[in-house]
C-alpha cells in the first residue's frame, strides 16, 4: 500500500501547486499524427493532462476495446458491492465448466479442476493483472452480465461506447468484438472518474488503483518508454486476434500516469485493424507513450 499513500500525499499536494497547464496541445498533436502517418492500422489517441488539457487525435471512431472492458466490469463490480454492503472477499465457487479450454485463462492453468472459491478480490486480480478471460466470464455471470457494466458505465454519464459481448462470445464470434468499443476520448474520461470522481469508498478505490499500477500484461505498450522515469503508471491493456483479412482487431493500453513532480495525466491509445505485427502495433504505443511523456515534462507552462 505504499504506493497508494504516496498517490495519495501527491494527490493532496496538486492542490496547493499553482495549476500546471499543457501549452503546446497543437505541437503535441502534430507529434501524434506525424508518428501514426502511414502506419497500416487506425489510431485513436486521448489524452487529459492534469484533469484540464485534452489532445485527441482520430477520436471520431468507434475502437473495439478488447479486454480494456475489463476495466469498466471491475467499476461496474466494485459499484455492485459498495451499494450492497459486499466485501471485495466475498466468495465465488468456481466450476470446472466455468474454465473454458480454448481461451486465455491463468485461471484455469492454476485451478485446471474447477470447483474451488476465491475471493471477488482474486477473480479482479486475475482480470485486470492478467487479463483472464474466463475470471471475466465468471464475473459477468455473478454480477449482471454485461448490461449491468454497460449500465453502470453509462449511469456515470458517459455514452460513446458500447460494451455487449463476453469474452466466450467474442471468441466464438469475432465480429462480436466490434459490439464492445468506445472512442479513446470516452475511456480517457472514464479513468478521469476513476482518479477524480470519488466513485467509491477508499477500500473499493484503492484496490481498483493498485491493481491497475501492478498489471502484468502489456509491459511494451504504455509502460515500456517510462519504465526509468520514476513515473507512477497504472493501466489495463486488451489484444485481440486477427480478422478475416488478417488484421489485428485491436491492441490497446489505456491508462494514467503520474510523474516524479506531481503532474498528471490519462491516455487511452487503440489501434483498429492493424496490419503491422503485433510487435510493431504495441511499437506504435509504446513511441506515442513516449511522445506524451516528452512533451509534458519538458513543454508545459505555468498560467
Known amino acids: 500500500m505504499e504506493v ?30 506525424e508518428v501514426i502517418a502511414g502506419k497500416k492500422a487506425q489510431v485513436g489517441i486521448a489524452v487529459v493532462i492534469n484533469h484540464k488539457d485534452t489532445v485527441t487525435v482520430n477520436n471520431g471512431h468507434r475502437y473495439p476495446m478488447m479486454s480494456v472492458f475489463k476495466l469498466h466490469q471491475a467499476l461496474a463490480v466494485a459499484d455492485h458491492c459498495q451499494r450492497n454492503g459486499l466485501s471485495l472477499d ?16 491463468p485461471l484455469r492453468d492454476r485451478y485446471p479442476e474447477g470447483n474451488v472459491s476465491l475471493s471477488v478480490r482474486r477473480l479482479l486480480e486475475y482480470t485486470l493483472h492478467l487479463s483472464d478471460n474466463n ?22 454519464g458517459l455514452h460513446h461506447f458500447s460494451i455487449e459481448a463476453t469474452e466466450d462470445e467474442m471468441h466464438k464470434d469475432l465480429s462480436l468484438c466490434y459490439r464492445n468499443w468506445s472512442t479513446p476520448l470516452e475511456t480517457a474520461r472514464l479513468i478521469e472518474l476513476l482518479l477524480n470522481g470519488h466513485l ?20 511494451d505498450r ?19 486476434d486477427r480478422n478475416e483479412q488478417g488484421e489485428l482487431i485491436g491492441i490497446n493500453d489505456v491508462g494514467f500516469v503520474r510523474l ?7 491516455i487511452a491509445v487503440f489501434v483498429k485493424d492493424s496490419a503491422e ?7 506504435i504505443i509504446a513511441r506515442i507513450s513516449e511522445i506524451v511523456y516528452h512533451c509534458t515534462m519538458y513543454n508545459r507552462k505555468v498560467d
Open 277 to 283: 505485427s503485433a510487435e510493431d502495433t504495441a511499437g
Open 135 to 156: 475470471a471475466c466470464d465468471i464475473l459477468f455471470g455473478q454480477f449482471g452480465g454485461t448490461k449491468a457494466t454497460d449500465g453502470y458505465i453509462r449511469s456515470l
Open 222 to 240: 504504455l509502460v515500456a518508454p517510462l519504465q526509468a522515469t520514476g513515473a507512477v503508471v497504472g493501466h489495463k491493456t486488451g489484444t485481440g
Open 200 to 219: 467509491f469508498e477508499n477500500k473499493y478505490q484503492d484496490f481498483l488503483l493498485q491493481t491497475m499500477i501492478s498489471c502484468q500484461t502489456g509491459k
Open 260 to 266: 516524479p513532480d506531481g503532474t498528471e495525466y490519462t
Open 4 to 33: 497508494l499513500c504516496v498517490y495519495r500525499y501527491i494527490t493532496g499536494l496538486l492542490l496547493c501547486l499553482p495549476f500546471v497547464c499543457f501549452g503546446q496541445k497543437k505541437e503535441l498533436k502534430a507529434q501524434l499524427q
Open 90 to 105: 466475498t466468495p465465488v465457487l468456481v466450476r470446472k465448466e466455468d474454465l473454458k479450454p480454448d481461451t486465455y485463462s
